[in-house]
């Protein structure tokens, strides 16, 4: 749940850690999620995924929170989530677990919009990023092999 709502919000750590039930909106027909960001203040309210949304409807309301510990706890720290989140990798064999983060979900949030054919202004209005330049390296870092394969292709046919 923890890595789904990071990646299908596209929001950092502590955003995530931070948001409750009644953050959960429903505006005309669709569901959306209110965040105000910590970090910028931004204010954004971001629609809900449908696999986000199956999750939601699968998770206990045991608090006002929607994330929480093993202990059924709200995350007090986001270091405290990332460390779920490397856990969960590390029991599901995943072998390079200690490079994943909870940033990096945000991240990959960017490049699948950005992949998806989202212009930076529509991935900013999902993720909340006020500096189009971090959103520009994220795309050049996810166009980077498609890049590099076409033009050793056109080398190739050299």
């Given at each position: 749940m923890h890595c789904i709502c990071?990646?299908?919000t596209g929001q950092r750590e502590i955003d995530v850690i931070a948001m409750k039930w009644t953050d959960v909106q429903r505006r005309g027909d669709v569901d959306m999620i209110f965040v105000k960001q910590q970090k910028t203040d931004t204010k954004v309210r971001i629609p809900i995924h449908p696999k986000l949304a199956a999750l939601l409807a699968k998770t206990p309301r045991i608090n006002d929170y929607?994330?929480?510990t093993n202990r059924r706890e709200p995350f007090a720290s986001t270091s405290s989530i990332s460390n779920t989140i490397k856990s969960t990798l590390r029991q599901c064999g995943v072998d390079n677990?200690?490079?994943?983060?909870g940033h990096g979900l945000r991240a990959s949030a960017?490049?699948?919009?950005l992949e998806a054919g989202c212009n930076e202004s529509l991935v900013a209005a999902i993720t909340g990023h006020k500096d189009l330049g971090v959103l520009r390296r994220y795309l050049a870092e996810a166009n980077?092999?498609?890049l590099a394969l076409k033009a050793n292709g056109k080398l190739i046919a050299l």
């Open positions: 990071l990646l299908y929607i994330l929480n677990w200690r490079e994943y983060s960017a490049c699948e919009l980077q092999e498609k």
